[in-house]
């Protein structure tokens, strides 16, 4: 099967040692990544600014760049999210609209394809510390990604998962929202920080890099010590050791 890395930009720009764990931990199954280089942005900033127009072009290289792969995997709930609003963009455009429903089908967040494509719980990884886990928006409501990494945690020897009090509450960061409304957002991600605190947990782990990004940022500037990381680095790590 031909499976292509939705790398997504903040992966590819900010954080490439992600997609670098996802695509080393799918070797370890016999999966290779094929990585198209003409995908770009998924246009979800320009969609929920109401650039629909701008947001279609983007969305446009999207499908055209994994119209031939089998799976399509993604570290970002949020941008895989955004593929299963291309029905909207594209309900006018017959050609592109059955291109949209034909990606969204086949396309994947990380743990879901793990989980559910693999069947792999247990990749046998070893990380003796204290993790706390931040559900992103998107990836749970939109994509219903809830039990899949939790699974994947819980079978890490020596890794306690300790609970983030109001795990669901949004991290203040949203995308353009951050942008726009900075002051909101600030107070949401001091809110989402003091609950990380509250966890005293070592090490903060999601799926999605813009959400932990902020997080992270914020914890930075208050000098707290969490290890922020993206759930397939952790993974990753923990294999590593074994």
């Known amino acids: 099967?031909?499976?292509?890395?939705?790398?997504?930009?903040?992966?590819?720009?900010?954080?490439?040692?992600?997609?670098?764990?996802?695509?080393?931990?799918?070797?370890?199954?016999?999966?290779?990544?094929?990585?198209?280089?003409?995908?770009?942005?998924c246009g979800q900033p320009a969609y929920n600014s109401g650039y629909w127009q701008e947001a279609r072009e983007a969305a446009k290289t999207i499908l055209d760049a994994f119209a031939d792969s089998d799976f399509v995997v993604s570290p970002s709930g949020s941008c895989t999210g955004m593929i299963h609003h291309y029905d909207k963009l594209f309900e006018d455009?017959?050609?592109?609209?059955?291109?949209?429903?034909?990606l969204e089908q086949k396309s994947y967040e990380f743990t879901q394809f793990l989980v559910h494509v693999l069947g792999v719980t247990d990749l046998g990884a070893v990380y003796p510390h204290k993790v706390t886990?931040?559900?992103?928006?998107?990836?749970?409501?939109?994509l219903g990604v809830k039990e899949e990494p939790l699974v994947l945690m819980e079978r890490v020897k020596g890794l306690e998962l300790v609970p983030l009090p109001f795990a669901e509450d949004c991290c203040g960061f949203g995308g353009t929202f951050a942008v726009k409304m900075s002051d909101i957002s600030g107070a949401m991600v001091t809110e989402k920080a003091d609950h990380v605190l509250e966890s005293e947990a070592e090490v903060l782990v999601g799926l999605d890099m813009a959400c932990l990004m902020n997080i992270s940022g914020h914890l930075q500037y208050r000098n707290e010590p969490v290890r922020v990381m993206h759930l397939a680095e952790l993974l990753y790590e923990g294999v590593k050791q074994t």
Request: with cysteine.
């Open 93 to 102: 455009d017959p050609v592109y609209l059955e291109k949209a429903r034909v």
């Open 133 to 142: 886990y931040h559900p992103s928006c998107h990836g749970s409501r939109i």
């Open 1 to 41: 099967m031909k499976v292509s890395l939705f790398v997504t930009c903040i992966s590819d720009a900010v954080y490439p040692r992600v997609a670098e764990a996802i695509a080393r931990l799918l070797a370890r199954y016999g999966v290779a990544v094929d990585l198209p280089p003409v995908q770009t942005c």
